[in-house]
């Protein structure tokens, strides 16, 4: 018995099983307890060290993020590796199996923006906006291009790697950005889903674009903001 099939079955002793002969209360059975999506959420990114899921879900306590990592490991949608030295640190990504989760992000992220509203007291971290930058990234309009994009917020910066119609996120500052984007956490989420909402901010200076003409040329055109 694979270790997926240990996993389903080993929700079902415990009661937590929908026991549905059905393919959404299966899926449901493996990805639906609370916090398993988000930390798919944070894999989509790349491989992440245990602290780095701790620190990019406000929220989740350290033994529900064990727990969790756990039984994603047992469905084989998550695994564990040991990166080669100098790091030598123990990250957790996704399998192929769990990459095939990204389609059901997109239509949950799509979804779910014509609810979110910026809330006092609601967390947020600048890495969340790598999804819906990757969802409006063009890699067509990419091709043979490199450019190095930043964004800051609060105090929060990450930046975006494109490099001949392929896309790279990381948490941090670059060395040397094309274009920087600043501007409020509520200003940049919404900007970075809608193509419109970046164009109006950036007219009314909410969205602060710092780069050559050129630059924020190619950047506007490759993320379908012209």
Wanted: a neutral charge; proline letters at 4%; glycine letters at 8%.
């Amino acid at each position: 018995m694979s270790s997926s099939n240990l996993g389903y079955y080993d929700n079902r002793m415990t009661g937590r099983s929908y026991e549905h002969y059905c393919a959404i209360a299966k899926a449901l059975d493996l990805i639906g307890e609370r916090w398993t999506l988000l930390i798919v959420r944070e894999l989509l990114d790349g491989p992440k060290r245990y602290t780095d899921l701790l620190s990019g879900i406000p929220g989740i306590a350290t033994d529900m993020l064990a727990a969790r990592l756990k039984s994603l490991e047992e469905s084989e949608l998550v695994e564990r590796r040991t990166l080669p030295p100098p790091a030598a640190s123990t990250v957790y990504e996704l399998t192929p199996h769990g990459r095939k989760l990204e389609s059901t992000m997109r239509e949950l992220a799509i979804f779910g923006a014509s609810f979110l509203e910026r809330r006092k007291g609601e967390a947020f971290r600048i890495q969340w906006l790598s999804f819906p930058l990757r969802m409006m990234f063009r890699p067509e309009r990419a091709a043979g291009t490199t450019l190095t994009i930043q964004f800051e917020s609060g105090g929060e910066v990450m930046h975006v790697r494109v490099a001949d119609g392929a896309i790279e996120t990381n948490l941090g500052a670059a060395e040397s950005p094309d274009v920087v984007v600043a501007g409020d956490i509520a200003t940049l989420a919404l900007a970075a889903r809608d193509r419109a909402a970046a164009k109006d901010a950036a007219a009314r200076g909410k969205l602060r674009l710092t780069g050559t003409k050129e630059a924020i040329g190619r950047y506007a055109d490759i993320f379908g903001l012209r």
